[in-house]
């Protein structure tokens, strides 16, 4: 009897260590995956930015007002205060950021607790998507002054500009993945006496990632676009500011450095979270 429990004991140790192999192999491939798959879509991205940078140049005709690669280029590595130029830019780009992340996480959050009461509640759904949908149509401009009243906070404030822009997106697809459980699994659930929420958690939420993953890749870039209407609408820093004061000085080089620095950065971004997404959906075993 010994001898057959040690065995079944190395064998159930065997069958963890074989499966825990297999996990970590898989996430190995899905990493790699997802790096090939970043890598393909960053040389296209930069392609297509390239050519149509290239293109509108060339169709403006306008050498003062629109400036191409090599212009760039040199403004920022090639001039006399090109090192106080970059370091100008880096700074703003640091506060961007910053604002984005406050702005992406708040978004985030709101759609997915907002998407959750959806799913439950039917009457939810009727009172969160008009509103939603308002916030989403009405210009952040016109929105400011009422964002201004209500929050003091300036943090607050940058996280509702920014938040309204990833709110709307975000939620449409994630209860759309939410609301994409099989009917039998459902039946699985509520056979072992599972209610709505039990539903909700162990089984829509992961059957949702996909189209969570979606939302954030969608809302990275949205993020950072709100966090640049906030500090030119709100707070009168980073990025957003500097293109608005350098449009203002016609310092047309400064703004075309700053529009680039925040398209790389919204690039690297989005196939950072591409590889991320890659990773988790083969721990669940989603390709």
């Known amino acids: ?127 969160v998507m008009p509103v939603a ?40 697809n994630i209860v759309q993945g939410l609301r994409s459980v099989s009917g039998q699994l459902a039946d699985v659930v509520h056979v072992y006496g599972g209610g709505p929420l039990a539903l909700l958690v162990r089984v829509a939420f992961p059957s949702a990632l996909p189209a969570l993953f979606a939302s954030v890749r969608i809302s990275v870039p949205g993020a950072i676009t709100g966090a640049l209407l906030a500090e030119w609408l709100i707070t009168g820093k980073g990025i957003g500011s500097m293109v608005v004061n350098a449009v203002g000085q016609s310092e047309n080089n400064l703004v075309w450095a700053c529009v680039l620095v925040v398209t790389l950065a919204s690039l690297v971004l989005y196939l950072a979270a591409q590889v991320i997404e890659s990773v988790v959906l083969a721990r669940y075993g989603r390709s």
């Not at 191409?68 to 970059?86: H, N, Q």
């Not at 506060?95 to 009461?117: E, K, R, S």
């Not at 003091?152 to 509702?160: F, G």
């Open 1 to 127: 009897m010994s001898g057959v429990s040690t065995g079944s004991a190395r064998g159930g140790t065997s069958a963890r260590g074989g499966s825990s192999a297999r996990t970590g192999s898989g996430a190995g491939r899905a990493l790699a995956a997802g790096l090939g798959r970043t890598l393909g879509t960053a040389a296209l991205m930069t392609a297509i930015v390239a050519v149509v940078w290239v293109g509108s140049v060339a169709l403006v005709d306008n050498t003062f007002v629109a400036k191409g690669p090599a212009e760039v280029y040199e403004f920022l590595f090639a001039s006399d205060d090109a090192a106080e130029t970059r370091a100008q830019i880096l700074a703003g780009l640091g506060v961007t950021l910053g604002d984005a992340a406050i702005g992406f996480v708040a978004g985030m959050l709101a759609a997915t607790l907002a998407a959750a009461l959806i799913v439950l509640s039917r009457p939810v759904e009727t009172a």
């Open 133 to 172: 949908l308002i916030l989403r149509a009405v210009p952040l401009i016109a929105l400011t002054p009422i964002i201004r009243l209500l929050f003091s906070d300036e943090v607050v404030r940058v996280a509702v500009v920014s938040g309204i822009v990833v709110l709307f997106p975000a939620l449409v």
